[in-house]
Structure formats: C-alpha cells, structure tokens
C-alpha cells in the first residue's frame, strides 16, 4: 500500500523527500540571502566579513535540512525547526564577534521573523478549517516580504538606531509608503495565489486518494503497485498463473436460515481473512463473488501456503455455523490482462486453467484442499499429507489425476484468529 501511494504521489508532484526539502530551502534560506543582499548594498566598512557570510548560509541550509528530515514529525519539532538557523547563526557569531554581535539588528531580525514564519507553518499545518490553514500560508507570505520592507529600512537608514522617530521619518516618505505599501499588497496576492494552488492540491489529493482506492479495489494493491511503475503489465498477455477458487460449502442453504444482517456479518469477516491472507501471499489479483473467492499467484508454493492458512482460519469461523470451505488449485496458462469493452473494462484471466481451477473447487469435500498435478509438479517440494488420487469433473471428458489435503484439526497461527478479525 506505501508503495503504491509514493508510486501515484511521484506521478502528481514530488516524492516525500523532495517535497519538504525545497520547501525547507524556500523557508529557511530566505532571511539569509536577503540579509546577503543588504549587506553587499550596504557596502559599510562593517560589510559582512566571508566568516560570518559562509555562517549564515550554513545557518540556512542546516535548518533546511532540518525541516525536511522531520517533515512528518510533530508541530513542536517543526516550529522549533525554524529556529534552529537563527540559534545556530547567532551561538556562532557570539563565538567569533563577541557581544557585539547584538550589535547589528539585522540579527535580532533573524529570531523575529524566523519565529513568525514558524507560527505561520505551525497554522498552515495544525489547522483543522481549511479556511484557516489557508490564512496561515497568506500570513507566511506576508511574514516572507516583510523581511524585504525590513532590509530597505534598515539601508535607507543606516547607522541609525530603530527609534520611533525614525520610523516616522521613513514612512513619511511617500516612496516609502509606496514601496512598502506595494510589497504589502503583492505579499497578499501572492499569498491568495499560494493558497488557491494549496486548495487545489488538497483536492487533487482527495481525488487521487479516491482513485486510488477504486483502483485497489479493481486490481489489487500488488497489480496496482506494478502497473503503475509498468503500464505495459494490464496489457493481454499469456502467462503461467496459478489460480485458486474458494467457496463455502452449504452457504446457500444457511443463508436462507440466516437474517440479512447475520449473513453480511459472516460474510465481512469471511472477506477480511481472505483478503488479508492473499495480501500477506502475494497474490496478484483476486476476487470476491458473495461466499466464493478466486486467487491468482505467481507460483503453486504461495497459494497451497496461503490456502492452508485460510482453511484453518475458516474453520473457526465457519465450524460454529456447521459451514466449511473448499479450495481448488491448478497451474497453467492463462491470458491476462484488461478485459472488455472500449468504455469498460477489468483486469481478468481467462483460459481452461480457470475453469480447471473452478472444477476443483466444486469437486472439493468441505475442509478439502484438492491441486492439480500440474501445480502439485511446480511445488518447491513435496508434501507427504497429499494424497493422489482420480477425479472426474463436469466439462472434462477425460478423469483428472489430482492431489488433495483431507481436512484436519492443525491449525496455523499466521494471521489473527476469526474471534479477533471479528472485532475490527
């Protein structure tokens, strides 16, 4: 399931790691390189010595790769993830510059806006109301350009401390108010831009989340998982598969004595120890038809593997209902691949090895596991329980030579028992 969703996600957009790592460096390295660029405009004797320059760049990038390995990690660690570039920056500069460094409020700038970009990721990402969340990546945006409002400050005022008359005498400056004013309103309109590119990316992901779900629910995690790294997999092909049919025996008459609402009951339960078991064998695609279940593996090994625990999981299941499974496998070709017509289409096999598979089953005693000898052939190794014996089925003309598992009273602990599949 992972895969599959990085699969999809990769097709959309960017992987979990690229993602958060340009997003640390947009958010991190900001403030620095706007500090670099007043600084070589400021072109003071006190000009940012290489020292500090390659200081608050490492700062940056440190914090960057910070926010991008801790991406999924709580608020707290995100938020204090933007401050890890101002205390690295400023517990370095003490160290080389001395006291002095407080000097420069330019350093002071560094803490505040580092801390008021944190509260704005913490709102974009905690926030329950999409409405809010939205408003947090506005006030990011806002936080972002003020920075540059503060840099112009500071150079049209340089060796000039932060005073309020001095901010009255920068803002009385009509081209002041209408810079500050300008990047203000861009900050906005860029933040509402931002915001509308989120909103449609939340919903591009519910969408695709949707889908993928309905494709799962077409293919199967595994199918949908290679298909999507190999288009070229849901293409008719001939293949060797080994197909697996399950069906409980006596269910129809049962179901007649049974509510509605005990039957769907059973049945869930049914359906989650199967589907769980196919998963964990790796079957490639399977399906679910009322009480019967059919199964395509890879190879013989995994389906005998994976029928033997579902046997025992159903026969705790079904023994209390006096209802029991029969399983049939056989190995062969098979065509595979999307099926139908120009408008509908499913991925399906077709062949005699499914319609053998078929009889097997149907020709199965309840508990009773029955194998080709084509699939028996194909097994890793041989199992002294099987015994051999003649069948004969409805559509062949001929008496089937076929292996069966009797059923017995060992059970395998694989998976959870039915009295726990049924509390979920």
Request: hydrophobic content about 45%.
């Amino acid at each position: 399931m992972t895969t599959s969703t990085t699969i999809i996600e990769r097709q959309i957009g960017c992987s979990s790691r690229i993602c958060p790592l340009f997003e640390g460096l947009a958010n991190a390295l900001f403030f620095p390189l706007a500090y670099l660029v007043y600084e070589t405009l400021a072109a003071t004797s006190g000009a940012l010595p290489s020292s500090e320059l390659s200081l608050i760049i490492s700062s940056g990038l440190i914090q960057a790769f910070y926010l991008a390995r801790n991406a999924a990690n709580s608020v707290l660690h995100h938020f204090i993830g933007h401050l890890i570039g101002p205390l690295f920056y400023s517990l370095s500069g003490i160290l080389l510059i001395g006291d002095h460094f407080w000097d420069n409020p330019n350093h002071f700038g560094y803490w505040i806006f580092a801390g008021c970009f944190g509260l704005a990721q913490v709102i974009q990402k905690e926030a329950r109301l999409h409405h809010i969340k939205y408003l947090g990546i506005i006030f990011a945006s806002m936080i972002r350009n003020t920075t540059i409002i503060f840099m112009f400050y500071l150079l049209t005022t340089q060796d000039q401390p932060i005073h309020i008359t001095n901010l009255h005498r920068f803002f009385s400056d009509p081209s002041h108010q209408f810079i500050t004013i300008a990047i203000l309103f861009l900050s906005i309109i860029t933040g509402m831009a931002n915001a509308a590119s989120e909103r449609h990316l939340d919903r591009l992901s519910q969408i695709t989340a949707q889908f993928k779900m309905f494709a799962e629910w077409l293919l199967g995690r595994e199918l949908l998982e290679r298909s999507m790294a190999q288009p070229e997999q849901l293409t008719l092909q001939r293949r060797d598969r080994t197909i697996m049919f399950i069906d409980i025996r006596g269910f129809t008459k049962w179901s007649e004595q049974h509510s509605p609402e005990e039957v769907v009951k059973l049945l869930r339960i049914y359906y989650q120890i199967i589907e769980k078991v196919f998963t964990d064998y790796q079957a490639i695609k399977f399906k679910l038809s009322a009480d019967e279940a059919m199964a395509i593996f890879p190879e013989p090994t995994s389906a005998l593997q994976a029928a033997l625990i579902i046997r025992s999981q159903m026969q705790k299941l079904l023994d209390p209902h006096q209802l029991g499974i029969g399983i049939g496998i056989h190995h062969g070709a098979v065509v595979e691949g999307l099926l139908g017509s120009n408008g509908v289409k499913l991925y399906d096999v077709i062949g005699d090895t499914v319609n053998t598979a078929k009889r097997l089953e149907s020709a199965a005693q309840k508990g009773e596991i029955i194998i080709s000898t084509r699939a028996y052939q194909a097994l890793n190794e041989d199992d002294e329980r099987m015994i051999s014996h003649i069948i004969t089925v409805k559509g062949k003309r001929q008496p089937l030579q076929v292996y069966s598992l009797p059923a017995c009273d060992e059970a395998p602990t694989s998976i959870n028992s039915a009295a726990e599949m049924a509390s979920i």
